[in-house]
């Protein structure tokens, strides 16, 4: 999966632009070599409110919970955490993701970009690679990308996702980044379990009832407010970053 030294490991900083009605910033951290990737979700912040009635409705993230993709290149494996009322821990196979080499290209900063599409999960993407650095795992769940993602997005009007590079370097060995892998590793097995049975799950919890406010929030933040309405699955699933499954096709 990827075409790298095993003495190199990459650090790559990506700003996360959830655009829900709500606009939802954050900074990420993707760590990457020739074993495994780990992104990390910086906390989020609301830069621009909806303009339903926000009437005594407070906007707030967990603090406690570090969101995360960590990506075993050697098993296979990809490990998730989704943050929503509750905390779901995912485990799944790499997905596969069919990307498409389009002709165009532009230059940013004297670095040539090409752009690649993909359908992922309900959604269309659209990304500028450098194909000189053959990086082929991204921000998020991304990978078998053909090159460093420079700019991703989904291509949705309503509600739509992207990521932007903001720095990308080769370090070191990171202790934090060590110490924070040997924990999480020691517990893959145990506290993991497979994606479908999750959004079975969440699917469940969201139908049960769910704030009028939240339907346009990504995941991670949450409203607090009295009004509660019932929605359809398909409503719901709109502003997730994964609208539809493999195993629902």
Not at 114 to 121: L, S
Not at 212 to 241: C, H, N, T, Y
Request: with cysteine.
């Amino acid at each position: 999966m990827l075409s790298l030294s095993q003495s190199k490991l990459y650090k790559i900083t990506y700003l996360t632009i959830a655009d829900i009605d709500n606009q939802v910033l954050s900074t990420d951290v993707l760590y990457v070599d020739e074993k495994k990737a780990y992104y990390e979700i910086g906390k989020k912040e609301v830069v621009s409110k909806n303009n339903y009635n926000m009437d005594a409705i407070f906007i707030k993230q967990k603090e406690k919970i570090k969101s995360f993709v960590y990506t075993d290149i050697l098993n296979h494996k990809l490990y998730n955490i989704i943050e929503k009322k509750n905390i779901y821990k995912t485990v799944e196979p790499i997905p596969v993701m069919n990307w498409i080499l389009t002709n165009e290209s532009k230059e940013v900063e004297g670095i040539l970009l090409h752009k690649v599409t993909v359908h992922f999960r309900g959604r269309n993407y659209e990304a500028w690679c450098d194909l000189d650095l053959p990086i082929s795992v991204g921000p998020w769940k991304f990978n078998g990308v053909p090159g460093l993602i420079y700019e991703i997005r989904s291509l949705e009007k309503d509600y739509s996702y992207s990521w932007i590079l903001k720095e990308f370097k080769q370090i070191a060995e990171d202790k934090k980044l060590k110490e924070t892998l040997l924990l999480l590793t020691a517990r893959l097995n145990k506290d993991y379990t497979d994606l479908e049975s999750n959004i079975k799950k969440m699917d469940e919890e969201e139908l049960s009832g769910i704030n009028i406010s939240d339907i346009r929030l990504p995941e991670g933040i949450f409203v607090e407010s009295a009004k509660v309405i019932k929605l359809d699955l398909k409503e719901i699933r709109k502003k997730r970053a994964e609208i539809e499954y493999e195993w629902e096709i």
